[in-house]
């Protein structure tokens, strides 16, 4: 570089760093999205100040390293800088803009290339780059990244302009991180707005005065009012049964005055009322959210009528079993005392004959001993209606054999099996050809 070319560089006067102050403030009042602050605001201080290149760094939030999110060039630029910028990332205190993330302070670079900190010397140099300054972007949390500018002369410092630029770094770093903040409550607010539609229970929110402010999909389907009918609408007037609608204003009433939660959270089973009229069972379960200011609710409502017929169906069928079973003890009872126990007091009362008269011992005892035989062979008819013997010691083709002898008409049997079959099913089989004979 000549001397002439060094000289060619000046400082930046108080009205031209008045305009590029107004420049960044507009930009900052009348844009949004932070990486259009981020052009934006690199043409208006290379543009109004004479420099040819400018770069926007931002800091990791995971690995607190620098990676360059936005460039700008006047007239043809420099290429070949510009894509190697956007491709290599810098540890704090590496290059220009990791010195400033380092010290927090703006730095300035007579000439980039010949500084022995600075990894992108050779390619700067071939891109005709030379002198360079960066500042930090400030916000409460520290910095959130560094603008850089390059000059393609020699340039003397300019404290001036760095005080300038530093101050005007702290207004684009608090911009940029309110403007974060506000797309990460966004994206937050978004991904619960999906997932709330996406909920298969119909959740439902309320204001203080009992007013829908939340519907989502699932409670227009479960209730048929759609979005746009139910907000604003009062929630008593258009899902609670008219004869539960006092109860539950006079609980919200309650409340409001005293702080006493009664139903929040908890689950609860009561009644809703379908856009038609109809009334079902639901399962709800009422929260307060945690914001300031009055009370809101969100109730999480599930359509529990399938369930209540099952378990209604459950009921009924506990209640069947219990009627068999009743009836099958009053069958043994009944074939106890017509049967068995008959023949065990003839027996009696024949040994007692015998006892009293001995010269009749034989025939008695003859008697005694059939009515013994009988009266076993009825236990044993008996048991075998509880558990068949024979199907636990030889199989279902020889307990259905057992069967179709007993049966009072003719029992053409088929019953050829490779194996025994599960227990279970062994029993289950038994039990239906007997039931059938």
């Known amino acids: 570089m000549t001397d002439m070319q060094r000289s060619r560089g000046r400082l930046a006067d108080l009205r031209e760093l008045q305009v590029v102050e107004h420049a960044?403030?507009?930009?900052?009042?009348?844009?949004?999205?932070?990486?259009?602050?981020?052009?934006?605001?690199l043409e208006a201080i290379g543009g109004l100040l004479g420099w040819e290149l400018g770069a926007v760094w931002e800091v990791g939030a995971d690995d607190e390293r620098l990676r360059c999110v936005r460039t700008w060039h006047?007239?043809?630029?420099?290429?070949?800088?510009?894509?190697?910028?956007?491709?290599?990332?810098?540890?704090?205190?590496?290059?220009?803009?990791g010195q400033v993330l380092l010290t927090g302070e703006p730095k300035w670079m007579v000439d980039a290339p010949e500084d022995a900190n600075f990894p992108r010397a050779d390619v700067a140099r071939r891109s005709g780059l030379h002198a360079a300054f960066g500042f930090p972007l400030h916000s409460p949390r520290g910095v959130v990244g560094v603008m850089e500018f390059f000059s393609q002369e020699l340039r003397e410092p300019d404290e001036r302009l760095l005080a300038t630029m530093s101050e005007l770094g702290s207004q684009v770093g608090q911009f940029v991180v309110r403007r974060h903040a506000e797309e990460a409550v966004h994206a937050s607010e978004s991904r619960l707005r999906a997932m709330l539609e996406a909920a298969l229970d119909a959740v439902v929110t309320m204001d203080h005065r009992g007013r829908i402010v939340g519907w989502n999909r699932a409670a227009e389907a479960t209730f048929g009012h759609r979005t746009q009918e139910a907000l604003g609408r009062d929630m008593a007037q258009l899902i609670v049964p008219p004869t539960l609608r006092a109860a539950h204003r006079k609980g919200l009433a309650r409340f409001l005055e005293t702080g006493q939660a009664v139903v929040l959270d908890r689950r609860l089973e009561l009644t809703g009322m379908h856009k038609?009229?109809?009334?079902?069972?639901?399962?709800?379960?009422?929260?307060?959210?945690?914001?300031?200011?009055?009370?809101?609710?969100?109730?999480?409502?599930?359509?529990?009528?399938?369930?209540?017929?099952?378990e209604g169906e459950l009921r009924s069928s506990r209640a069947r079993l219990v009627e068999v079973a009743d009836a099958e003890r009053r069958r043994i009872q009944r074939n106890l005392h017509d049967g068995a126990q008959q023949r065990l007091t003839a027996v009696l009362l024949n040994l007692g004959r015998l006892r009293q008269s001995p010269e009749d011992g034989d025939a008695l005892l003859e008697v005694a001993i059939e009515e013994l035989a009988a009266g076993l062979q009825e236990v044993r008819e008996l048991a075998s209606g509880l558990h068949p013997a024979v199907l636990s010691e030889r199989g279902l083709p020889a307990a259905l054999e057992a069967l179709a002898l007993r049966a009072p008409v003719p029992v053409e049997l088929d019953a050829a099996l490779e194996r025994r079959l599960p227990e279970q099913v062994e029993a289950a089989a038994y039990y239906v050809v007997a039931e059938g004979l």
């Open 74 to 97: 006047a007239g043809e630029g420099a290429s070949e800088f510009e894509a190697l910028s956007e491709r290599i990332v810098l540890e704090p205190g590496v290059g220009l803009p």
């Open 276 to 310: 038609n009229g109809t009334e079902f069972p639901v399962e709800l379960t009422i929260t307060r959210i945690g914001l300031p200011g009055p009370p809101t609710f969100t109730g999480y409502l599930r359509d529990i009528t399938d369930r209540k017929q099952a």
């Open 24 to 41: 960044v403030a507009r930009i900052l009042a009348e844009t949004d999205r932070p990486v259009e602050v981020y052009d934006a605001v």
